[in-house]
């Protein structure tokens, strides 16, 4: 496939390629200049390659690299024509950033669901409707088609999705349950959320805990979102003296001075989840603590 620049004016060669070929994703796009696909004038391009006029680009998908291999590998829990349940493993980024993350779970999708990347209202995040961070692990819910993804977008807005998370915080709970129902505002200087106590600001946010199990030194919860802000369990909980056990971001002024990790990983599992579909009936999931968790738990006091 090639195509002659004929403007006048510069332009990048990947928004160039983002208006020639529409059914391919801006990441995708970078992903398949970075892989050698893309040439311009014969000669293998970069990214931001400024096309001139007379430019001769040529796409050989031929030269495609080999399926890419994921360390962190989602498994699938349910498939349907509709959506697609998966328990997503800790350390995998949902969707890129702005820095322009590859190997993400959007990425996989595509590669798995090719379909995929016309679904969605957001060509990076294809067929992506909700999220979870990249250090939690749990199940997510990938819709297959427009509809299905317009029925699950509709659902989380009006906040009738189910889903509750299982957390290890540090700490002894004194409440048996409670909620935290304030609002979360990113902070320019650090760039972590941060609650808003006094002024009226930030975005509403409510969670809700129960105590499951108190140890010497931790407290195991059950927690529900009704609001799905960003590191809204993490900041919630974190805000009331509890952070939750592996969180490197949101530790309390006694973690930091001990300077001391005591789990690989944060110890957040979303474990429950429940929507309608198309038909109107409910779709309920659970899933597991992972492996590496459990055994922290069975190793605790």
Known sequence: MEFIYQEKDKERLDKYLLGKLPNVSRSQIKKIILSGQITVNGTKSTVHHWLKNGYKIKYNPQAENKETVFIAEPKIID?????????????????????GEQNTLADWVVQKFPQATKIGDDPKRPAIVHRLDKEVSGLMVIPLTQDSFDNLKRQFQDRTIQKEYTALVHGQMINNSGEINTPIERDKKTGL??????????????????????????????????????????????????????????????????????????????????FKNLAGEWCSYNSKLPGELENFLNNIK
């Open 193 to 274: 959320m941060k609650i808003q106590n006094v002024k009226e600001s930030g975005k509403p946010a409510l969670t809700i805990y129960e105590v499951i199990k108190k140890f010497v030194n931790y407290t195991l919860l059950k927690v529900r979102i009704k609001t799905g802000r960003m590191h809204q369990i993490r900041a919630h909980l974190y805000s009331i003296g509890h952070s939750v056990v592996g969180d490197r971001l949101y530790q309390t002024k006694d973690l930091r001075k001990k300077k001391k990790v005591l789990q690989s990983r944060i110890f957040l599992h979303a474990y429950h989840l429940k």
């Open 79 to 99: 498939q349907n024509d509709e959506f697609l349940i998966i328990d997503k493993p800790h350390g995998l980024l949902v969707h890129p950033t702005d820095r």
